[in-house]
């Protein structure tokens, strides 16, 4: 149905801020019982398993000193009665036996059924075959000129294949892949070129009653004006450089663009000449036929200082899609402006402005209009914000200042640290082998951190306010730009997907960021963790997580432990250890934000000011040895600079 509407429109003319009390964590636990007992968390009973040669099985038993074999393999327990195995398995419903004995008992067993994934295999030679579910396109694309069409087909192996586009020639597929027999071939799209929604039929062998098939999917072709896509959802979307991966950058509400191909659900959307992103087709609202697209003229461009820092406002005749980036350094940012031109002849300055130095045009080319905003000597970013003012295409970009750090006592006292206890009901995250739900922990260690911020007189934000409320994702790092925090620190706890090993090699901490100006605080909780923590160190890492993408203030998010190891499960699970996970997160923000304190004045020694006036001239002494040369200044013979000034005040 979405390819269809596509085709027709193309052809028919192509707040929360609040202290947090600290609450203890009531982890679940193994419950004494006088009857055996064998729990598993994971896999679930049914669950679908790659196609791996291992996997591993965690839960519980009612008697750690008992003998529990799974698979007839001795797996050990440890002390609160957690235990992990890792496992062969293989390829169809597979079965996980376990069993727990102590001498002169009979054993307890209980059971885990789950179904292993086959892993790919050729089809048979004998007779030719075709695997309809290989055939692209499986969903509705469309293409316009220059778009390349990617033609897929899984058959018998060692055969001569072809495809076809309705109406055009069998095309050779050359054998990709010839140990499972994948067959492929490119199709470039001409000029001028228009296909109505069609399937792709396939052929394999060289004769017309050979073995033949159809395409799911269907594609098109348009060489007509493009119908226009504008951003109707009520915040900002990503773009992405492909239908299913690659951020680009975030498009505002109200942004129109044309559409310039379809792949699924998603639209690929014309940003400038050669350059394409991809948006749901849900965010997107169909403009009538002819809709006008205008080139976007910058006016008047003003900037003011503002408590946060400062605000440049540029003004626009129609909302167009931006991307802003900060040098390295962190003392520039530059912002380009997609399918806009200059026609700015004024720049306002706000002389009162300590912290914006200048505002230049770079140079105009199909990347867009590029605008340098650089800061004065000495200054640098703490972060930005651009959007859109509300009903209007002005483009506001506020540039933060870093926050105003005290001489003495804490460097952390006032500040607005924004704690967000990962994970909620809905989606609790890990699960440990008692049971031990990722959201419960992350909660307990969140307070434990909000307990000593407080006391070193900072202000701790928690995006959570108890262990069962339901926060969304996506609202997380507006509330810490709501709440005006200073930084953003996302708490977990760690996971391994099916298939992974857990005792292929040591695993332990790690902590994430995103945007460059985060790096410096994730490298100081780091830092922190090596010196406190006892686990492995995994390091710092570039994470592309929803909650480090905002570029507000600094954004980090930690992995502190694995919890479905037992004896980390065990740890996370201890007041102790939650408290020195938060020692070390109030570490590394000290660390961190000790390095914007001002520096203090040489002990004993006052600044002291330029003198203005020369020292009165003394008369020469006459040297007492005529071969010794004398170190004395000889009178002035003419006033100084700044006497002649003044003489000239006095006269007037």
């Known amino acids: 149905m979405l390819g269809s509407i596509f085709f027709a429109f193309l052809f028919a003319s192509f707040s929360r801020a609040a202290n947090v009390p600290v609450k203890p964590a009531s982890p679940p636990v193994v419950i004494p019982s006088s009857a055996p007992w064998i729990t598993v968390v994971r896999p679930a009973e049914g669950a679908v398993l790659p196609a791996t040669a291992g996997d591993f099985i965690i839960g519980a038993v009612s008697d750690p000193q008992a003998v529990l074999a799974i698979n007839g393999t001795s797996v050990p327990v440890a002390s ?21 004995s102590r001498p002169g008992q009979k054993p307890f067993t209980a059971r885990r059924q789950v179904v292993v994934s086959t892993p790919p295999a050729p089809l048979p030679e004998s007779p030719p075959s075709i695997d309809p579910a290989s055939l692209s396109p499986n969903r509705p694309l469309g293409l316009r000129a220059g778009d390349w069409l990617r033609l897929r087909m899984k058959a018998s192996r060692h055969r001569r294949a072809f495809a076809r586009i309705p109406g055009g020639p069998w095309l050779a597929m050359q054998e990709a892949d010839p140990v499972l027999g994948i067959y492929e071939t490119d199709y470039l799209v001409r000029p001028g070129e228009d296909l109505p929604p069609s399937k792709i039929q396939y052929r394999l062998g060289n004769h017309w009653w050979d073995k033949t098939a159809w395409s799911r999917g269907t594609v098109s072709f348009a060489s007509r004006t493009p119908v226009i896509g504008r951003v109707k959802t009520a915040d900002s979307v990503l773009f992405t450089q492909t239908p299913a991966w690659g951020n680009l950058f975030y498009v505002a509400p109200g942004v129109a663009l044309p559409i ?9 959307l014309r940003i400038d000449p050669g350059f394409y992103g991809w948006l749901p087709a849900s965010d997107l609202e169909i403009l009538p036929s002819g809709f006008p697209i205008h080139r976007a003229v910058t006016g008047v461009i003003t900037e003011k200082a503002v408590p946060a820092g400062t605000e440049v406002h540029i003004p626009l005749r129609t909302r167009v899609p931006f991307q802003a980036i900060e040098s390295p350094s962190g003392d520039s940012l530059s912002l380009i402006l997609y399918g806009a031109v200059s026609h700015t002849n004024w720049i306002v300055y706000d002389s009162s402005d300590t912290f914006l130095d200048s505002i230049r045009f770079g140079r105009e080319s199909p990347q867009g209009l590029r605008l340098e905003i650089k800061l004065r000597a000495g200054r640098s970013l703490w972060g930005y914000h651009a959007e859109y003012s509300q009903n209007g295409s002005t483009l506001k970009v506020l540039l933060i200042r870093p926050p105003s750090i005290k001489g003495a006592g804490s460097p952390l006292a006032g500040l607005r640290i924004f704690l967000d206890p990962g994970h909620n009901p809905d989606h609790p995250g890990a699960i440990g082998p008692l049971g031990t739900r990722e959201m419960d922990v992350n909660m307990a260690i969140a307070n434990a951190v909000a307990k000593r911020l407080t006391s070193e007189g900072a202000i701790p934000i928690l995006s959570r306010q108890n262990a069962e409320e339901e926060v969304d994702l996506a609202a997380r790092p507006k509330l810490a730009w709501e709440s005006r925090s200073d930084a953003f620190v996302s708490i977990h706890n760690n996971d391994m997907a099916d298939g992974e090993n857990p005792l292929a090699s040591p695993h332990g901490y790690s902590i994430y960021y995103y945007q460059p100006g985060s790096l410096p605080l994730a490298r100081a909780v780091h830092s922190a963790y090596e010196t406190l923590v006892p686990l492995a160190d995994e390091g710092v890492r570039l994470g592309n997580y929803l909650v480090l993408r905002p570029t507000e203030m600094p954004e980090i998010l930690i992995e502190s432990a694995y919890l479905i190891l037992p ?11 939650q408290n020195l996970l938060a020692k070390a997160i109030v570490s590394g923000l000290r660390r961190y934000f000790k390095t914007l304190r001002p520096a203090p004045s040489p002990a004993g020694r006052a600044p002291t000011r330029m003198r203005l006036t020369p020292k009165p001239h003394t008369a020469a002494k006459k040297p007492s040895a005529p071969k010794r040369r004398s170190s004395a200044r000889k009178p002035a013979k003419h006033p100084s600079l700044i006497q002649r000034a003044r003489t000239r005040r006095k006269t007037r």
Request: aromatic fraction near 14%.
């Open 80 to 100: 609160d009665g957690a235990y992990l195995a890792w496992l062969p398995i293989r390829p169809g419903p597979f079965t996980f036996d376990l069993s727990l």
């Open 260 to 268: 310039w191909g379809q792949d699924g659900r998603r639209l690929k």
């Open 567 to 577: 004896d980390q499960e065990m740890d996370l699970l201890s007041p102790q250890f």
